[in-house]
């Protein structure tokens, strides 16, 4: 049966004309977004800066690292600049210091006014650096970075390279991350009592970025620890990092200032820090800039 | 000419299993929309990389428990609707099949649900005894040809195996009547279980349906991925064919561009240098797939509306084409695929198959030719068809004018096909009629 109905089609007409306006009407939105996005986009593309992000152990502060800093700027004629960031409880993140321009390779600490011990306190801390790092990406468009973590904090590394990596693993690169005097299994010696911040590690390991270098110093003050951790913890981190991400290095560092607490002021641990971790101050300067990882940028929303 | 190809197409639609298979697509279409709706607002709307989410800002503006419901609801919607859409499938062909054959259409058709649950039972221990375990793979949207095939197959067991008796539809029946229809019921019933259950054994042990989706997994990648387009192009052609046949269901279009290799660096080369022109990779299938062959889904679904609304003279059709106008424009073709239907409608084959391809030949062509820049900048999901390329060219205007030619030229080749389509679709009604 034919039945030509011509009120239907207009319908249909009528609805395709509101359709083709509402493409022209999402059409300029949809414009302003695209042009933001690839703007921001290209920014974080071609940024040029490639931070080292440290983060201190339990009862320190913010201003763990400064005699660190000066000593790594004592060395070079590149000074990095410094950048303290405390997170509070409340959410709220205060800044100090600042990154002057020109620099591409400052040294930014985040501390937290919770510097307390415990897996629950890391649980927190690394939700708290979380935060932070969400609003350094914002504020300074690099895409990769460095990491630097001190007893505790190398562990709030660990507890966030696997748990909060993956959201922006796209777009900003972890490079190298060092930590120094971590006990990986708390204040157990041996790997057969695993705490149950190691059996988490040990779960999500997966969620460590393959590319990623790894260095794990520990200062040895007797045979079996550093005066406060003892050289089996930080040696699980083996069990973690080995076989997953890129180079899994172990260093131990013994002599003078070799007690958990001196680590970061330690002569030997400056040197691996310049060596290692750092762009800029590695001996072959020159090189290491073209050998730049070239990064991928990637869909986001920003 | 004309007249022998409506005839031939008469004559295909009127094969029991394709009859069959078009009153099962019909059946089913209202379940088919709600599943394109939910798939609609979830990656068009409210997915944290999709247009409207990104371009509306909803991350600020949406309060987060609106959004986890709304989030939600479309997820479980669409994994009901088209998750289970296998099962129905089965129901309704098993049903509509002993139908034809004057058997028991409500056993048959309870038959092929459960003969259909047992194919996809997985023979795993689960954990928890409360729990039974299948094969969603094989139940969903995605396999509905297998679905089709076994509710066909078990109405034709009941044609074997069955008394006949057709249960009268107006009166009530007595008891003994039922009674009868049930115990005739057993043996085919038996049957088909039994059979039901070894294939799925045999699956089981056969990891079947996990071959089958690393398949189109695996095609989908290969279409989607980073081979030239010489390699894709045989591919792509595949996987449409595919989904024409209602395998792989609603797929390779529906995720932002992957960034991998020759991607990211065209991507990379445009921040670097702020425009697209000279990336390095200017024929990538993923790219060009995504801003040219993908108006309103596999098979360029959009223009297969539009050219309904100009040629449609039913009234049936130009409700449809309305209803499925704002779902095409955000990429979710699966309600035309059954409402109209697409899926095994030999008249669609051609240009489901062949525009697709053209567009990708032509966009290439156009990059090629330095008529267009490349589109490489990222899209988010659900980007309305037409403004794909424009998005993707970071706002070049040449791509989005070339963008639009293209899909007046889809309309303009799918508006013979419609009307041979349509003309078939009278034909048989007629035959039907009289018959």
């Not at chain 1, 060395?75 to 405390?86: A, I, V, W, Y």
């Not at chain 1, 001190?150 to 991350?177: A, C, F, M, P």
């Not at chain 2, 792989?248 to 279009?253: L, S, V």
Request: aromatic share 12%.
């Amino acid at each position: 049966m034919l039945i030509i109905n011509d009120k239907e089609r207009r319908r249909s007409m009528r609805l395709l004309i509101f359709v083709v306006v509402l493409l022209i009407v999402l059409a300029f939105p949809a414009y302003f977004w695209m042009k933001d996005n690839n703007h921001y986009l290209a920014q974080r593309s071609k940024a040029q800066m490639s931070p080292v992000i440290m983060i201190p152990g339990s009862s320190a502060t913010k201003n763990r690292f400064d005699e660190m800093v000066t000593l790594l700027n004592k060395d070079t004629s590149h000074k990095h600049s410094l950048l303290k960031l405390e997170v509070y409880n409340s959410g709220k993140i205060t800044y100090t210091g600042k990154i002057s321009s020109g620099d591409n390779e400052p040294i930014i600490v985040v501390g937290f006014q919770n510097n307390h011990d415990g897996y629950d306190n890391i649980k927190k801390q690394a939700k708290m650096f979380d935060e932070a790092f969400n609003e350094l990406i914002d504020q300074y468009k690099f895409n990769n970075f460095k990491a630097f973590g001190h007893s505790n904090g190398g562990l709030i590394w660990t507890l966030w390279l696997e748990k909060y990596y993956s959201d922006y693993s796209d777009y900003v690169k972890i490079k190298r991350l060092m930590t120094v005097g971590s006990p990986f299994n708390l204040n157990e010696s041996s790997t057969s009592n695993p705490t149950q911040m190691y059996t988490y590690f040990l779960k999500h390991r997966d969620q460590l970025p393959s590319s990623l270098d790894v260095y794990s110093v520990s200062g040895a003050d007797t045979y079996t620890e550093d005066g406060i951790v003892k050289l089996g913890s930080v040696r699980a981190g083996r069990y973690i990092y080995q076989k997953q991400v890129k180079h899994y290095t172990e260093m131990t560092v013994t002599g003078s200032k070799a007690q958990h607490s001196s680590l970061p002021q330690n002569r030997q641990i400056i040197n691996l820090i310049e060596e290692y971790l750092l762009d800029s101050d590695q001996p072959n300067a020159v090189n290491s800039k073209n050998k730049r990882v070239s990064h991928s940028s990637s869909v986001s929303n920003p | 000419m004309l007249n022998r190809l409506v005839e031939w197409t008469v004559r295909f639609n009127q094969r029991s299993f394709i009859k069959i298979t078009r009153q099962t697509l019909m059946l089913l279409f209202p379940i088919a929309y709600v599943g394109t709706l939910a798939v609609m607002l979830k990656k068009a709307f409210f997915a944290t990389d999709s247009f409207f989410f990104n371009v509306a800002d909803l991350g600020d503006i949406m309060p987060d428990w609106l959004w986890t419901g709304i989030t939600g609801l479309t997820g479980g919607l669409a994994k009901i609707t088209f998750g289970m859409f296998g099962v129905m499938a089965a129901y309704a062909a098993a049903r509509y099949t002993a139908k034809l054959y004057h058997q028991d259409a409500p056993m048959a058709g309870m038959t092929g649900f459960a003969t259909m649950l047992l194919l996809a039972f997985r023979y795993t221990r689960t954990s928890n005894p409360n729990m039974i375990s299948f094969d969603w793979n094989l139940l969903s949207v995605r396999s509905v040809l297998f679905a089709l095939i076994v509710g066909y197959g078990v109405g034709q067991v009941y044609r074997w195996l069955g008394k006949g008796g057709e249960p009268s539809d107006q009166t009530i029946e007595t008891l003994e009547k039922m009674q009868q229809r049930a115990l005739n019921a057993i043996r085919p019933l038996f049957f088909s279980l039994a059979v039901g259950a070894a294939l799925g054994a045999l699956f089981n042990w056969l990891t079947l349906s996990s071959w089958l989706d690393l398949a189109y997994t695996w095609l989908e990648n290969f279409g989607q991925g980073n081979q030239s387009l010489w390699v894709a192009l045989p591919l792509i052609a595949v996987s449409l064919l595919m989904s024409w046949l209602g395998i792989g269901g609603p797929t390779i279009n529906t995720v932002a561009q992957g960034l991998t290799g020759a991607a990211a660096a065209n991507l990379n080369y445009a921040f670097q240098h702020g425009s697209s022109w000279n990336v390095p990779y200017k024929c990538l299938t993923s790219t060009l797939y995504s801003s040219f062959a993908n108006f309103g889904g596999d098979g360029v679904m959009l223009a297969l509306v539009i050219a309904l609304i100009i040629v449609g003279r039913q009234p049936e059709i130009q409700r449809l084409a309305r209803w499925n106008l704002l779902p095409t424009l955000f990429n979710s073709g699966y309600g035309l695929m059954t409402g109209l239907p697409v899926i095994l409608n030999p008249v669609f084959l051609l240009p489901y198959l062949l525009l697709p391809l053209a567009n990708l030949l032509l966009g290439a062509l156009a990059t090629l030719m330095h008529l267009i820049p490349a589109t490489p900048y990222p899209l988010p999901m659900g980007t309305p068809g037409p403004l794909a390329a424009f998005i993707g060219s970071n706002g070049d205007w040449e791509a989005l004018l070339f963008s639009l030619v293209l899909l007046i030229f889809d309309v303009w080749v799918y508006i013979p096909f419609v009307r041979l389509a349509l003309g078939a679709e009278l034909k048989t009604q007629q035959i039907e009629a009289v018959a």
